[in-house]
């Protein structure tokens, strides 16, 4: 492999000046601060909504509703994370992975990455389903608020299939969590907010 060639085959990220090799991330060279701004800047559904939404909101919003449904502070924690290699892979959107073989295990080694840079094991099985139960409800609630076609919303909630709430859950007003009006910066600082609290408390 010549010099270009292996220099393409590895991820650099310049406000850190560190490279990374995609299928093996290292996790010291990880940075929250890295993590919050990659994520205040990833728009979900490929940015083509309006108002746009980042994946620090998401993932603050994440946390927020599990907080709301009486979840313990270890899963707001991993709520707020479960999509910070993101920070570092993009937001591909899912028709698109269902078409990249690898994807998977790609994805798996950053969030992996992502779990020892943190200090913290990876979700159970439990945990990780309680998580990606309210990961779903949000993003019906996304597709209900931000496809603006009725017919393409319908069609997306029915394939990907939103779980239904527990029925011992007392369900909160997402209205009431969720502001589609924030901005990157906005977006940034309340994840870090987030962060830091939660950590104090785990």
Same mark, same amino acid.
């Given at each position: 492999?010549?010099?270009?060639?292996?220099?393409?085959?590895?991820?650099?990220?310049?406000?850190?000046?560190?490279?990374?090799?995609?299928? &093996?991330?290292?996790?010291?060279?990880?940075?929250?601060?890295?993590?919050?701004?990659?994520?205040?800047?990833?728009?979900?559904?490929?940015?083509?909504?309006?108002?746009?939404?980042?994946?620090?909101?998401?993932? !603050?919003?994440?946390?927020?509703?599990?907080?709301?449904?009486?979840?313990?502070?270890?899963?707001?924690?991993?709520?707020?994370?479960?999509?910070?290699?993101?920070?570092?892979?993009?937001?591909?959107?899912?028709?698109?992975?269902?078409?990249?073989?690898?994807?998977?295990?790609?994805?798996?080694?950053?969030?992996?990455?992502?779990?020892?840079?943190?200090?913290?094991?990876?979700?159970?099985?439990?945990?990780?389903?309680?998580?990606?139960?309210?990961?779903?409800q949000l993003f019906g609630y996304? !597709?209900?608020?931000?496809?603006?076609?009725?017919?393409?919303?319908?069609?997306?909630?029915?394939?990907?299939?939103?779980?239904?709430?527990?029925?011992?859950?007392?369900?909160?007003?997402?209205?009431?969590?969720?502001?589609? &009006?924030?901005?990157?910066?906005?977006?940034?600082?309340?994840?870090?907010?987030?962060?830091?609290?939660? !950590?104090?408390?785990?």
């Open positions: 492999m010549s010099d270009s060639q292996e220099a393409y085959s590895k991820l650099y990220i310049p406000s850190d000046g560190v490279w990374f090799d995609p299928m &093996d991330p290292d996790p010291e060279k990880m940075d929250i601060d890295t993590i919050a701004h990659g994520l205040a800047t990833e728009f979900r559904y490929g940015g083509h909504t309006d108002p746009l939404v980042n994946v620090a909101q998401h993932a !603050v919003d994440t946390s927020t509703l599990l907080q709301e449904l009486g979840y313990d502070e270890r899963l707001q924690f991993y709520g707020l994370h479960h999509d910070s290699s993101e920070a570092y892979t993009g937001d591909l959107q899912k028709p698109n992975k269902e078409v990249i073989p690898s994807v998977d295990g790609f994805e798996d080694a950053w969030q992996e990455a992502v779990w020892d840079f943190l200090g913290v094991e990876a979700p159970d099985e439990a945990q990780y389903k309680a998580v990606k139960d309210v990961d779903y996304e !597709v209900e608020k931000l496809f603006e076609n009725r017919e393409h919303a319908e069609e997306t909630l029915e394939n990907v299939g939103v779980p239904e709430w527990a029925v011992n859950d007392e369900i909160p007003d997402i209205d009431d969590i969720i502001d589609f &009006d924030k901005g990157v910066e906005q977006s940034r600082e309340e994840f870090l907010d987030r962060h830091e609290e939660l !950590v104090k408390r785990i």
